[in-house]
């Protein structure tokens, strides 16, 4: 049986990783998993982070967290910031997984659960994105709630945080005007936040007043460059992955790979995108449900590696420049890739 796969490679990952924490010193680094480690696979990227000496890792949901958790051990800090229900809250809480607290009735449930579960919250504060986060009008009654919980030893409040949307310099000092202007009014109320948090790839990198405390960074994790933004010469990072597909048959002017839509190829990409194979660039001519069409080359035969993405070694673009092809960014390519696609490690 010949089909797809996704080779990652978890010491180009460590390599990136230093890349970026040599970059972001003295913040640190809360590596983001969210979307199965952006499909790298949670377990194996967390405990080759870990392994690494990463502490923080950034989970969207609880379940994602648990199984962050799961792969670190105890000695990590691990982070999840969608809203949840009271049973997710407190399976979080029995987990030790800090919670990412954006809206004062939620305030208010985490510290019903968090009655001799001891709730560590981050604090979000909205700065324009409007997706979760507590207005700006409503923030100073917020930051008072959060720190009289806190006094009465009912939860404790070790960030405040915001997500940025790192499309423009001017939108970002905006929202980080805004920040600052939270940051202010929870001093004042009392609150001793140690870990400020704002940036996630592009900024962390780019901007040092972005920094704070602590960068929550997942593509540039993974050297997935920004879509339009600097090369990944410029920018150290080399991507972890590669999608394969070993070629099933060969015609006369076109090969028959093991991949198509059904694992995760943007249909959108063929007569556009070039793959790499072992004779360099071909084009990709047609994208299929669970195969697809390649340009052939000279002595092709079944059982050739074809490279969907990668880092490049045979004249494919990474993740990011298909994604530029079809209007999209470098992390929808990654996350596409099927679960059912076997991811192999190497590098460990
Ligand atoms: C996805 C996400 C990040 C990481 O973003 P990248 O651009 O991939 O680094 C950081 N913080 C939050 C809240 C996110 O949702």
């Known amino acids: 049986m010949t089909a797809a796969h996704l080779r990652v490679d978890l010491g180009r990952l460590c390599a990136d990783i230093d890349t970026l924490r040599a970059r972001i010193a003295p913040a640190q680094l809360m590596c983001v998993v969210k979307n199965d480690a952006y499909a790298h696979g949670i377990e194996q990227v967390v405990a080759a982070a870990h392994a690494h000496g990463v502490r923080w890792f950034g989970a969207f949901d609880v379940p994602m967290g648990m199984r962050a958790r799961g792969a670190a051990g105890p000695d990590a800090r691990v982070f999840s910031w969608v809203t949840v229900s009271r049973d997710e809250i407190a399976t979080a809480l029995d987990n030790a997984i800090e919670l990412g607290v954006g809206d004062a009735r939620y305030l208010d ?30 923030w100073s009654a917020f930051v008072t709630r959060a720190a009289e919980l806190e006094n009465d030893g009912v939860l404790e409040v070790v960030g405040v945080w915001s997500h ?34 704002l940036a996630a790839s592009a900024a962390s990198f780019a901007r040092p007043e972005f920094r704070y405390d602590m960068v929550r960074v997942g593509a540039f994790c993974y050297g997935i460059r920004s879509a339009g933004g600097p090369s990944a010469a410029e920018l150290g990072l080399v991507p972890a992955a590669r999608l394969e597909a070993e070629v099933v048959s060969v015609g ?23 793959v790499g194979t072992p004779a360099g660039a071909r084009a990709l001519l047609v994208v299929g449900g669970t195969e697809s069409l390649v340009a052939s080359w000279p002595d092709a035969k079944a059982g050739d590696a074809v490279a969907i993405y990668g880092p490049g070694g045979t004249g494919e673009g990474t993740a990011t420049d298909l994604a530029e092809l079809v209007g999209t960014i470098g992390e929808e390519i990654a996350v596409r890739v099927s679960p059912l696609v076997p991811r192999v490690y190497a590098g460990e």
Do not use: C, M, Y
Request: charged share 25%; aromatic share 2%.
């Open 109 to 138: 449930e985490v510290a019903a659960v968090s009655a001799g579960r001891g709730a560590v919250v981050h604090l979000k504060i909205d700065t324009g994105l409007h997706r979760n986060g507590v207005r700006p009008e409503a």
């Open 252 to 274: 006369d002017r076109s090969v028959t790979i093991a991949a198509g839509a059904l694992d995760g190829l943007p249909s959108s990409l063929q007569g556009r995108a070039v």
């Open 164 to 197: 940025i949307a790192e499309a423009s310099d001017s939108e970002d000092d905006d929202a980080r005007a805004v920040f600052e202007a939270a940051l202010s009014e929870a001093h004042e109320a009392g609150l001793r936040p140690a870990v400020r948090h």
